[in-house]
């Protein structure tokens, strides 16, 4: 069986807390956020077997006890990920996913059958379409990515909130309104990456003022439920 994977990350502290694991990364995506520093693997290029990607996981058996599957959109590919389940299944690892949220009815249809272990659902805006719109490109797909949302929320899986804070797109304001609906959850605000691999290039120029990192960092600390990752 082929998918269109764009690589594994050997290992990662990161990517599943509490446990080091593989990242593999699928090809495509759905959203064009202008933050996205994946966006060469929106791209579908040539298809990739499954058993190439097991040969450069097996690599790690010893080392990781889990497997990220990321992307790009990992959930268009619903059919590798049942084979790739089925495989740390039998190797005794455990498996998550980091989504968009967008594909509803599947990411469902996934966790009932106990596919994941972990959910990572990115948050990109505030909880409105207008905003979804300006941040991913698209208003159509956010009642979708809505449902995801309090399906991972209000379900019994292991799961975290992930936001890319990004300059000019997003305020201290709408940190504080998007933890107001996510937490208890634990909300993840990670530092935008600039660089050439960037969607939206005319972001790289842009920074963010130290009154705004000293105000987020002061904020964080009163919330139990926000963890900040690659401020430092």
Known sequence: MKAYFAGVQDLSSVDYPGHMCSVVFFQGCN????????????????KTSLENIFKKLKKNLGIVDSIILSGGE??????AILKIKEWTKEHELLLGVETNGTFNERLNKLIKKNIFDFVAMDIKSNFNKEDYKKITGFSQVYKEFEKSFKLVKNGNIAHEFRM????TLHSLNDIKNI??????????????????????????????SAEFIKDLKKYAKTQKNVELRFWE
């Open 74 to 79: 990992a959930l268009i590919y619903e059919y």
């Open 31 to 46: 959203l064009k956020c202008r933050f996205c520093y994946n966006y060469k693997q929106q791209a579908i290029s040539e």
């Open 179 to 208: 933890n107001e609906v996510v937490k208890p959850s634990k909300l993840v605000l990670q530092r935008f990456q600039p660089g050439e691999n960037v969607l939206d290039k005319s972001l790289n120029d842009k920074v963010f």
């Open 164 to 167: 890319t804070v990004t300059p």
